[in-house]
Every structure is written in structure tokens, then in C-alpha cells.
């Protein structure tokens, strides 16, 4: 259709199918639609094109909203749905009437609006898993404030910590990722519309009304810029990357969790798998398969930096690649999110294996150093060699760290002070068990319950705010788009 | 130091300079030193340590903060900068006293806060270089509301546009990269001293009043978190990148325009270079090098999440490898930043080659078609149709577009529609002008020279604004540290 | 039917289809089949199970070759085609006999057979479309040997060179991608079968019958490694990303060439695609797509590596969201080889304009200098830097290149030398003629005509045996899948 | 110096600093001497400057080397090594004299040739690092053959294996990671001198007679690719990234198997940090490390990626910031082969545990069920449901292994099957011994000792061929360098 004028026609399908982007437009099929609807509602309103024309053209674009994407041909020699809808718009009227429709716009104004109205949906949709994840975490961190368990850093036990702290510290960096998705849909939110193929045009067209038919606050005024920014996407990617590593991070201690050796955690059958050969394995395929999705979303991030990287403003067909990795990168993150959630909704601790192992690991040894440094006057690095001593020659006799009593405890202070110091038993035992040790962390943020009590009430209305947030925002997209179909009608009757 | 009581020393110098970050982290220094500061401080008010041994403590941190870095012994054998440090305060006062100076905290937060600290100075910086960079955009555009170029798309020329709508186009897309660094700022301003190790401690610490002796308004409340979280680095190594992207986008647009084929700008000596060989040559190696700093920040980027990905909560080593990662990202985009708001300092565009490709390109092509629409009352598809054919045989027959009159159109109009259309030779010299079909086109946000002059101003009131935001952050910053050493000092006397 | 002795019943669809592998695995089925082919006849030969089960068994899946993909099942909640495969079989036999086909075998060890079976013939499909546009690159060098055109350094002209010197520097490249790609298929060739979940089996199989049967030369022999490793994939994938980035380097010129400015070649109609509103444009698609491919195999190769980071030996099912990456890796590349094959076989260089070029930007300024050297015995500095002067006061005074004359020279000589030299006229003629600068580059590798020549003669012959080489692997393959279901076929009757 | 004709000075330093290369080329230093030596020693012979001329050079250039690059003003507004090489030579002469060296060379071919000489010794270091890793692990393996330890699928104990069957995976791993590298070093080993700036020159010089001066077997043809591609460097990041990936794993299991969960090794004390607060952790910080540099390799493959893609044929300047991402990844891929060929040397299992930990956790249930084939006639299917079935029950009723009896397996087969097997008490016994079952997987590749030694044995002579053709590479490079150094001692005589 585009090719009367100026080129011959092609004569090769497969260079039709490499450089069309049917396949993919099937996503933003209603938007495009809707866009169409907006702008010929706006050519009318200033009279750039007859009232009837516009209803005869709102009348076909109409027709094919309600029979949906079907109604169109997709072939990819039709290049993209922007001309498969005009297509269908001048078949339903005439061409001399649909051939108005792209009066004052551009495929490249257009499909940038399109993507955009597609993405601010699926970042809400995004948004609402990730609030659901965190949702879940701090229920689960809820039943389990008191639920000891040894805290790991570089993999080695280092002191004795919660659950409900773990699950917490999970739950406070997603929050953070839900306010990187935030300001990402904050940016994709304007409006390209009227930029036209890159310079605007001649046509007294009224961009604002456009975007605010469309749902839009604000335009992106810059009309090169309108057409070829694509940071919007880089920016939408970045925030889901870095989401679906903090969710690797939890999957990752899942898996750890989950095996044999550590065997803190039960994962629920439905979430597990059997081998096709051993039948004794859980496999935790949830948590393996949202683990490796950060490497994909690190991918699709990649490909998409590096398809903008030196490309001249305004609209390379290029751009028309990158648009998959963003869609790709939404559908994996939010399915991912979902996949976890319900995960962290079914799974269940085992305390008393996650407390034995607190216990036995010398987790509390520098709750016993510090108690050395505030009852009997140690400088913290004296009392960090000393205990550090007393673990080592435990190791070393295999002795577990039940089985050790003040008195190995003054034998590496002769050792390393060349003197005793004077704590009594009762100290001793209470610096080495483990709950006290957790009570004692009364430090802001810390593991000690009345204190995550704290957290998870500060998390969870945080939660319920942003969610607000988000339904707001939903409804006021569906508001948007109610209208633009009821105006819509109202030309066509 | 540390390895007197669990481990045997060291023996392998190789494996000291593999595992030590001292060599990065001389870039943290002063932010180290000033968290001890702090540290001390609050543990004497805290009663924590005793007011005599904060003093000598202090003391010892004042001297090393007057001596600079220079004062520490920076072998690999000792880890890293906060075990030097803490080697110096020891030899300064002695063991009983220096060794207080890790009470209650550990490298763990202490590192956080450092790169933190230093960081939020860092993308003050970058901020200001972008704003600058913006600055000189707009100040460029605004003497070249008039120059008329050509527009492309897919680096076709396609309509006539001004050299100040594409400066624009530029500064906008910098605009949203700065508020994407201003975002990663307030993400990385919280503070995580007192998380000590993962879990906090049982002394009766006070977080809030480190972190407001740091300059710091929040806390990094969950103590895991706060030690193992590292995406504020994710996000601002993000946000550099992208604003990378666009500035390698800028870029090859100048290495283009520098060409002796388009030959649209000259570009300044002082940012060329001539070849060792071809003595004609005039290589825009500023240009280069910021195009291809685009991808070495994307490595950076995937880099840091990959050091990420499935890593546990908490610390980990692997942690310290991610941070040299992230200042190499500053420093590029600063430096490129600098370099390239010189260049555009700089610069000057050729007008009369810049309109003469604008001209001879066929660029006005779609406003005669929109004159068509406008005039002779065809649809738009048609018009372009026309258009079209005309051009294509304009093409073929070797003939300039000024060569065209109406009678070619009529042609084209014949050959397409099968009749002639009523349209004025004076209606079609006006559409085929490349200076009046820019004035003609008055969209928002595009290039006709008084709505250009509107996206200046706003342009740069947004600039004034979030400088002003940059200098009162700086400022504030500043002020804290004045204030930690003026405290330091009227303990110390 | 792994469920029913160790785990309950899935209940979630949704995280069925998150953990399933069947979507991708459909373009592995083949494979699947000849595997469990195979797997039967070496297990009867070697007497694991008896004949007339294996006859029943292999009877089924001979139905299931012939019928295709779609005689399965392939519902998510079924995990993968290995499972559907067997489930096919046990309908068409019973629970009793096909329950036997996975004896002393596992999807571990199935699942990397079946992808580098797939993979094998898809890199020589891949090789072999390189190959062809290999030889596009030299049948249309080898018609343009004389074609003269100016070579660019940093974009800017820097001497006079060839088309067909530049086709050929590109058909270099990417021959060194096809040997990069035979090296990959090496690495793939090995047969991980009899590996089962990861510690081979107590059945005497015999893994070398297997291997052979399938067509493969070598097994992999560590049984671990067999199921966990997957650099044959990140290797293929590397190789496929470098010669990506060779194409966008290829595809990146041909937008240059092909734009107003450059205007050197001729962009033919079917690659090419106009604007949907301006209608001048013949946008150059295909070498747009293919640029962009590079970007996007460059996220593959980075999602397969971050897959990989860090997990430990053996089989995790993160391995299976590896495989999508490489798939796409290999359509995206064979689709970009063929595009810009046939491309390459389609454009037309304009020799006028590009002889025009090479003439009017002082490209033969090196030559000048050298001339100097040999023969008015100036050091090549001093060279330099007299042709530098004369150039730059050429620019300033805007002198055309074929304006200037041995005066001008003279002239630069007096004042960067304190004095003149002694060369003729026609010797200064001589050097500044672009095709006479380019016949007397007669080093080996450069433009001289007759040097070019050998270049391209030297390639053909490289491209011919590459080319027998494929195609005797491809019949190799096909030979041993023909003989294999000859095998099955006589244990069928 | 180069600015003395075309262009004024310049005049900003932070734009020199910005785009010198001066830094980054003092690892290029050595080569650059000796390509000017072997490229002076051919102009002399070639007669294309007077051997008197050439004797002078050659002197400057051999008081150089003898004194190394501290000679040599490296301020960056020299631009690059190269530049101020030729000032060092041009003082040392005069300038009439010195002038002569840049005769029929550029830094375009100059820099290229010095990459290639610095990377193939590296290489041929990194693969000594590489060989010596494998070397230190096959000797490990070799003291386990018999030492039992759970193999592992999903993180999830599968079947008995051995501690050497582990070793050797990973050994297989890097021994095609070293032949990767084999293959990338001779793609690299060509020589591009003689290219000069693009197009070659027409001075009569002899590129073969330069090649074989600086060990080269090989030049690269085509001149415009020779000073143009970098797909070497692309290559051998690659490799290199791929091997890191390799390291990881191992690395991750390092990390896992040092934890007190599954407590299977112990980490020498060397290659293990304790912490700053905690005394009893014994950090696997070598393991963490090396786990991370995978993350940096694969940022500094995207780097060198993305600064190639679509950059135009022949020499950009972006090239130049290639180079580093090069060296880099070099850097830190042989530092870390080191450090985790020593910590291999240093590492020892823990037997007993690892035994244990095989035995209590159903891995055998695979030979279970194989035996059910073999003795009792089940379809392995079948066998795979009954053993679930018991393994299911056992866990349900917190009963181990070691207390599970015929009358468990006969119980479940009446569950599942209806009906009881028969199978001998000592049978049952045999297959659920850990060690028994080790020995029956007699597997070509799999863990039976006899098997293993075998795959040892092999490996080991695979090694020795490897280090041979190292030492053979490394010993032609050092002729090579000797004779060159002979040649010129001979001239300046």
C-alpha cells in the first residue's frame, strides 16, 4: 500500500518476514486501535478532516475493536499492524475517506504511543506481583519472629539471627524495586503523539488533547525526540533486571535452603519436581528457574542498551528490534514474580533444624565478644582473638559448642592476654545460647522481635500505600479508555 | 591482625593481592576515616566506651584525616583500608584502647556506608557535568533557531527541520538522565552503620545519630539488607549507562556530521586529531571515544549484575569486586560528560551546507503531500502516493528538486489518480520551501523557531532548578562534615 | 507419571507452564526420537532388555517418527517432550513394556543429546549461509576491482582505496566467523548419552554404540560434565554473537553509503521500505534489522553466560532456559546471513559518485607525502607535515583538491621547511590521481587491482573447501539418521 | 608533532587526557620497539631509506629498549605510545633522520601488531595457569578415587559418586576451555603490519619479511581489515569469559562444600579470611572471588561487544578503548586460574563426612530401582515408582536410610503394584551401599575407581601435550625476539 509512489513492490518473503514486525504488534493491537480512534477524534474537533469522514473512519475503527485482532490481516508483507489497521480502515470505508486516516501522524509517533500504553498497564500488572511477593514474605515473616535460624555471611555461619529477619530483608529490597518500576512508568507515561514522522507537522493538531483521550498526563514535547527516545525501555528493563536479581538472590537461598545439608525449609510438592530417574529428589524447579531468569533479563537489558548505542536520533528501524526484549522482559519478570509468590505463600520452616544449626555453628561468637568487652573490660579486638582462639582449639578437639564452658573460654585468655578475666558461668552460657542472643539484638533493624515487629508493620503499610497507588492508576487508565470508546460511539451514531 | 586467634597467617602474597581491595579503596578513605568519627562519637554518648578512650581514639582519626591516605601502610596483607585504618589508630593509642575502635560495627556496614558516602559526592558531580552539558545544548540551539537542516529518519533525509530541534531533541533526553541519577542519589542516601555484620548488636547503639553526623536523613533499616544490598549500585551504574547511550547517540551524529560528506558542523581543533600518516585528516576523536564509552559502561553494568545474580543474602566477598566496577562507571561518564559539554561549547554548524541538503533531498516532500490533503482536498494516502511518484521519477531522471514545478506534479497526480489537480504553482513553490515548511510546522514540541524558543526556556528553567537542587545537597553535605570535625575537635582538645 | 511415588500432584497451571520446558522443546522432537531409538537398540544388543519389548518399543516410536510432534501430548503439566515421548510410548504399548525406555538413561543426559543434535545441523545450516555471503561479498568485489572509492578512517576520507577493497576486508572477517563457527560445531560434537542423571549407570551399556548411531564421532566422556556443561552453547553463541557484530559492521555502511550524503551505492527497491507518511524515503530496512541483530545476539550471549555463572556441576534446570537463548541465537544469525546474502548479490555501487569523492577530499594526500619522500627526499615527517599545510590553507581558502598545483606545494614547503623542493609538475599530478594512487598500492592485501585480484581468487578457494566440508558433515549426518531408521526398521517387521 | 601542519595545538588537557591512550599503552611498550626495529631493518633492505639512515634509527631504538618506557615522556598530549616513541627516536637523531621511521607505516597497523605480540604471550600465560589448575586438580582426583561423596543434580543429593568423578568434570571443562584459548591465540597470531593507515602504501615493502622479524607465521591479508578487526580480541574475551564461567562453578562449590552445612572440605587457612567481628568464620574468600571475576569477564565481553558493533569498516578511535576490557580480562582470568591452582593444591576433603552425607540421603535409590530391573523384572518406570514410594514413607516418618529394610521395598511394591517382588534381603543390601554402588557404575566416564583412574590417565597425557605446545609457542616468541635483537646489534655496529 505504502509502495505505490515510490518503490516496487517485494518480491521476497523472506525479506518480508526479516524486516516485519507483524508477529510482535499483535500486543499492541487495542492500543493502536485506540490511538487511531483518539487521533481522528481530534482531526474532526479542528476540522482537519469532515465530521463524516471521521465517523465513517471512527466506524471501522470501531468495528474492529470489537472484533478484535483476528479481523486483521497479518501478513508480514503489510510491514506492521499500523498498516494492516489502515488497510482495514480503507477497506470499511473507501480510499478516499480511510486514506485520511493518517493525516498528522506517523507509524513513528504511533507505534512509540502504542508502546507505551501497552507498557504502563504491564508495569502495573508487574507492580501488583511485586507487592503480592512482598505481601507474602512479611506473612511469613509474621509466624516467624521467633523462629531462630543461624544468619550467613560469605556462606559461614555468623550469628544467630530469624527467619522472619531473612524473609524481611528480602521483602525491604524488593520494596525498593517497586519504586525503581515506579519512576519508570512515571517516565514511559507521555505522550508521543503529533510528533508525527519527526518534525511535527503543518496541520493545527492538538497534541494534549490526544494524550488526555489516551490516558496521558503529559506529551513528550520534543518531536525528534518523541520519535526515537528510547530510554523509556532502557529505563523499564534496568528496573525489571535488577528486580529479577534480588529475586535470584531469594531463589538462590531457597535452593540452598531446601537441600539435605541445610534442610531448613520443606518445599511444597507443588512447587518441587521428581527426577525422571532418581526417586528419592524434590528438585526446587521454582526456585531454579527464577533464578536463572535474572542471566535472561540481564540479556534482554544488554541487547537493549547496545541496539541504542550510537544510533542516530530520531527513528532507525532498529528500534523496531527492541521493542520484543522489553516485552520479553516484562512477561518473565511478572510471571517469575508470580511463580514466587505463591511459592513464599506455601513454603514452611523447620525451626528446630534451623535452631540446632545456629547453635552448633559458633554463631554466637561475637555476642560472647562483645559480652567480654562490656563485663569484664576487654577492648573488642582482644575479645575478638580470644574467642577466636577458644573456637579454634574446638574445632580442632571436635568439641561442639555446647560442650564448652567458661573454662575454655579463660584458657585462650591466658593464651592470648597471658591472663584470665573475670565473667561467670552464668554470662558465659548467656552470651553462647542462642534466643538470648537474638533478644539481645535490639538494634534498630535487627533481628530481635519486638524490632522486626516494627519492620513488618512499617513494610506492610508501605505496601498497602503503594498498592492504593497502583489500583489508582489502573483505574484511571480504564476511565481513560471507557471514555474514548463512549465519545467514540456518540460520533458513530 | 584479625588472624591471630581463628587462622594462621598468611603465607602467599599472591593470594593477598588476589582477595585485598586496598587498592580501590583508597577511593574511600576520607569517608572511612569519617565514619569512625562518627562511630566513636556516638558509642562515648552512648557510654559504650569510655569518654577518655573516644579521645584518644579521636585523636588518632584527626591525625590520619590531616595526614591523608599517605599515612597508612596499604599492603595487601591487611585486607583492605578498615584494617589499616584500625592498625593506625592501634598504633597510635595502643592496643587497650584502639582496639575499641571496632565496637559494635564491622566492615561489613562500614564499607556500605563508605561507598555510599562517596558515592552521592560522586553523582553530584556527574549531575552537574550532565547540567552543564544541557546548558550548552540549549545555549547552542538558541542561536540556531533558524538553521535550517535536514531532518532524518533511518538516515534518510526525510523533512526539513532546524539544527536548534535537534539540540533539543538531545538536551530532553539528557534532562530524563538527570533525573534518573537525581533518582539513584536518593536511593543510595541511606545509611547501614550500625548493621555491623548482618545482624545488628547488642549494644545499645544509636543509628540515626551516626547517620546524621554522616549527613545522612535515612537508615538502611533491616540489618541483612543493609550489608548485602548492593542495588543502589545496580541502579545507579543503570542510570549512567543509559545517560551514556544517549550521549554516544549525540556522538556519532557529530562523527556523521563531521564527515566530509555531510559536512554539516566544524569541528573545533582542540577536540580533533590528525592522523600519523594522512596529514588532510581531522578525526573527531572526542566524538569517538564518548560513542564507544557507551559500551564499556554497558560491560560495567553487566558486570555488576552478574556479580549479583543468586548470590545469598548478606555479605559476601564477591561484593568487592562489584564496586571498582562502579566507580569506573562515574568516572567514564563524568570525564565523557566534561569532554563533550566542551565540544558542544564549541562546535559550529555550517548553515548554508546544512540548508542546501535540506533543499536538495526532497525533504519537503510531506508537506506538499499534507498540502494536497490541505488544498486540493485528496486523502492523505493519496497525496503521498502523488508525491511519491513524482519524486521517483525525479530520481530516475537525474532532477533536482528544484528543478520540479507544478507541472510535475500534475504529472505524477495523472499517472496515480488518473486526473489532474487545482493546486496554485505558488501553493506548490511555498510547500517545496524548506524555510517556510519549517515555520509552518507551529506542533508543540516541534521545530517552528517560536515554539523551539519555548523548549529553550523550559528547558532551562528545568536546568536552573535542578542545579540549585545539586548545590543545596552539596551543601548540605559539606555542612556535615564541618560539623563531624568540629565535634572531633572539641572532644580532642 | 514421575508424580506418583515421591510427590503429590501439581495443582497450579500456572506454575506447570513456568516450569515446563515444552513450548521450546518441540524443535528438539527429532532428535528426542533417534535418541530413544538408538538407546533401544543398544540396550537389546547388549541384552539390558529383551528383544521383543524392544521391537514393541521401537515400533511405537517408529509410529511417533512418522506421525510427527503432533501425535503428542504436549501439555506443560507433562514437564518436557521427554516426558511426553514416553508417554506416548507406554499408550502404544503398555506400562509394562515401555516402562522399560528409560532404563539406564535420564532427560539429563537426553536433553543435552537432543540439543547438540539440533544444534549440529543448525550451525552448518548457519556456516553455510555465511558462506554464501561470502561469496556475494567477492562476486561483486571481483566487479568492482577498479571501482575506486575513498577509504575512511574515523569517518573521515583518508585514501583512495576500492569497492572491491573494502568487500573483501569484510568477506575476511567473516570467514574467520566461519572457522569460529567449525570450532563450535567440534566442541558440539560429542555424544553425552549413557552419562543418565549424572553418574552413568550399573547397566552395561555401551555408550560408543549409542554415540555412533546417532551420527556422532566422540562421546563426552566425564558423566558429569556430560549433563552439566554447556560451553558448547556459550562457545556457539559467542561465535554467532562476533559474526553479528562483523555483519552490523557491513550493515552499518551500507546505511551510510546508501544515505543523500553518501549516495555511493544503490539500495534495490526489495530491501529497501519507504515512510508511511513521507514519500521521498527508501529506508534501507534490511541493513537497519541486521544492524540490530548484533545488539541483540550480544543480550543471548550475556543471558547464557549469567545463566551459568556460579552453578554448580551437574544438571540444574537452569540449563533449560539456557536453550531458548541459543535458538534465538541461531535463527536471528541465519535469518541476518541470508537478508544481507541476498542483498549483497543485489546492490549496485555508483562508481561516479564514489570516484568523485575519493578525488574531492584530499584522499591522495598520504600518497603526495610519500612522493616526497621518494623523491625530493624529504623525511616522511617533514612530508607530512608540508602536505598538511598546503591541505589545511586548501580548506581555509576553499580550493578544491583538483584546484591545487605543484605551487601551492612550493608554497607549504617554503614555510613549514624555510625552503623549496625540487619536484615536477607532472610527478605532483601523478601523486594526487586517486586510480593511479590506487594501481601503486601494490602491497600485499591492498588495493592494486592485480593484488586484489589474488585476494579473491585466495577467498574463493577458502570458501569452495569450506563449502565441501559442510556439506560432507551435513551428509554424514544425514547418513546415519537414514541408516539408524533402516536399523529400527528391521527389528520393526 | 603530528599538529605541525593541519591543526593548531591543543590547548585543554582534560580533553588530551580523554582521548590519549598513553596509560593503557605502557603494556604495549616492548612490541612497539620491536615492530619499529623490524620495520626499520626492512626499509633499510628494501632500499627504501639508506642504510646509514637506518643504523641511526636502530640505535635510538636499541638505547630504548636497553633503558625500557621510563625513557620516554609519556604525557598525554603525545597522544600515544607510538607518537612518543618516534619523539624519543627523532631526539636521539635529528629530526631529517627520525623523521624516516614513520615511513610506510601507521600507528593504525603499528598499534594492532603490538596488541596481537603482547596478547599471544599472555595467552600462552593464561593457558600455562590454565593447564596447571587442571593439572592440580587431576592430582587431587587421583588421591580420591575411592573417597565417596553425593553426587548432586539441583542441589539435591541424586547418587553416590566420587569426590575424583567431581574433579574430573571440572578438569574436562577446562581442558576445552584451553583449547578454546588455542584456538584464539591463533587467530591472533597474524601480523597486520604493512597495512599502514588503511589502503597499504607504495613504498616497495616486504609484509612477510616484517611477520617473520617479529615471529609471525602469518600477516593479515586484507589491509583494511587488518587495521580495522578486532574479532580476536572478541574471540579471546570470549574464551576467557567462557573458562571464568568455568571457575565459577567450581568456585560455587568451593563456597558450598566449605560451609558448615555440607562441611566436606577444609579450607586451608591460606585462602581463607576470618572476619572482623566474628572469630569463629573462616571465609572462603579466594573461592569468592574467583566466583565473581565470571561477572566481570562477562562485563568486559559486553564492553568490547558493544564498542564493535556497527562501527565502520577499518580504524576508529572507539578501538582504542577496546583495548583495556582486553587486558583486563587477561589480568584477571590468569590471576585467578593461579590462585585457584594453588588453593586445589591446598584443599582437603573430608572423607568421612562426605561418605555420610552419600548414605543418608536415599542416593542410592537410583541403583535401587535398577536392581528392581535387573534381579526382580520391573519396568524401570515401575522401579521408579515403588522406590519413590519407600523414600517417600521413610522422610514421612523421619526414619534414615540405614534403617530401611526389604520389608520397606516390599510394602511399598504392594502399594504401588499390587503385588510383592522378590528380591533377597542381601540384594536389597548391596544396592543400597554406597560404595557397592559406586563400583557397579562401570560406565565409560562414569565414577567406578578402575573407570575414573582411566579418564586420569588421559587427561593427564592431554595436559602434558598441551604444556608442550605452550613451552614450544613461548620458545619461538623468545627466537624470535633474540634474533631481531641480534639483527639490529649486527646493523648499529
Given at each position: 500500500m505504502l509502495r505505490r509512489g515510490r518503490l516496487k513492490p517485494p518480491t521476497d518473503e523472506m525479506i518480508s518476514e526479516y524486516t516485519s514486525s507483524m508477529r510482535a504488534d499483535v500486543r499492541i493491537f487495542k492500543p493502536v486501535v485506540q490511538i487511531n480512534m483518539a487521533h481522528i477524534i481530534m482531526l474532526a474537533e479542528r476540522r482537519i478532516i469532515p465530521e463524516e469522514d471521521a465517523a465513517a473512519i471512527l466506524r471501522a475503527l470501531h468495528e474492529l475493536h470489537e472484533r478484535?485482532?483476528?479481523?486483521?490481516?497479518?501478513?508480514?508483507?503489510?510491514?506492521d499492524i499500523h498498516m494492516a489497521v489502515e488497510k482495514f480502515v480503507i477497506a470499511a470505508t473507501d480510499e478516499e475517506v480511510g486514506g485520511k486516516l493518517h493525516t498528522a501522524k506517523s507509524r513513528n509517533d504511533q507505534v512509540a504511543a502504542a508502546i507505551r500504553m501497552t507498557l504502563r498497564k504491564d508495569l502495573l500488572e508487574v507492580q501488583a506481583a511485586l507487592l503480592e511477593l512482598i505481601g507474602n514474605l512479611i506473612a511469613l515473616a509474621e509466624k516467624n519472629t521467633r523462629t531462630i535460624m543461624p544468619g550467613y555471611t560469605h556462606l559461614q555461619v555468623a550469628e544467630p539471627t530469624t527467619f522472619a529477619h531473612y524473609l524481611v530483608a528480602h521483602a525491604s529490597a524488593f520494596l525498593r524495586d517497586a519504586d525503581r518500576l515506579s519512576h519508570a512508568l512515571e517516565q514511559a507515561s507521555s505522550c508521543p503523539m503529533g510528533a508525527c514522522a519527526l518534525a511535527g507537522t503543518s496541520f493545527p493538531i492538538d497534541r494534549m488533547r490526544v494524550a488526555r483521550l489516551l490516558g496521558f498526563k503529559h506529551i513528550l514535547e520534543n518531536t525528534i525526540d518523541a520519535v526515537g527516545g528510547r530510554d523509556f525501555a532502557l529505563q523499564t528493563i534496568s528496573a525489571l533486571a535488577i528486580s529479577m536479581v534480588n529475586v535470584s538472590r531469594l531463589a538462590d537461598e531457597l535452593v540452598l535452603w531446601g537441600s539435605a545439608e541445610f534442610d531448613m525449609i520443606e518445599m511444597p510438592d507443588e512447587f518441587a519436581a521428581t527426577s525422571s530417574i532418581m526417586p528419592q529428589k524434590k528438585n526446587p524447579v521454582v526456585a531454579e528457574i527464577a533464578r536463572a531468569k535474572a542471566g535472561r533479563l540481564t540479556g534482554n537489558l544488554v541487547g537493549a542498551l547496545a541496539v541504542m548505542k550510537a544510533l542516530p536520533q530520531s527513528?532507525?528501524?532498529?528500534?523496531?528490534?527492541?521493542t520484543p526484549l522489553l516485552w520479553d522482559a516484562i512477561d518473565q519478570t511478572r510471571d517469575s514474580l508470580k511463580a514466587m509468590s505463591k511459592l513464599m505463600g506455601a513454603i514452611e520452616p523447620k525451626p528446630e533444624v534451623m535452631r540446632e544449626r545456629a547453635e552448633m555453628s559458633f554463631a554466637t561468637a561475637t555476642e560472647l565478644a562483645d559480652t567480654l568487652v562490656r563485663r569484664?573490660?576487654?577492648a573488642f579486638r582482644d575479645a575478638h582473638a580470644v574467642v577466636g582462639r577458644m573456637v579454634a582449639r574446638a574445632v580442632k578437639e571436635h568439641k561442639?559448642?555446647?560442650?564448652?564452658s567458661i573454662e575454655d573460654l579463660q584458657a585462650a585468655c591466658r593464651e592470648i592476654l597471658g591472663k584470665g578475666i573475670s565473667l561467670t558461668e552464668k554470662e558465659f552460657k548467656e552470651a553462647w545460647d542462642a534466643e538470648k542472643c537474638v533478644e539481645a539484638r535490639?538494634?534498630?533493624?535487627?533481628?530481635a522481635p519486638k524490632v522486626i515487629k516494627g519492620q513488618i508493620n512499617q513494610l506492610r503499610r508501605a505496601v498497602k500505600n503503594r498498592e492504593k497507588l497502583v489500583r489508582a492508576r489502573a483505574r484511571a487508565i480504564a476511565k481513560a479508555e471507557t471514555k474514548l470508546l463512549k465519545d467514540v460511539r456518540r460520533r458513530v451514531r
Open positions: 478484535g485482532v483476528e479481523a486483521l490481516e497479518l501478513r508480514p508483507e503489510l510491514e527513528y532507525n528501524l532498529d528500534l523496531q528490534d527492541l569484664a573490660g576487654l561442639s559448642p555446647r560442650a564448652l535490639g538494634t534498630l533493624g535487627g533481628p
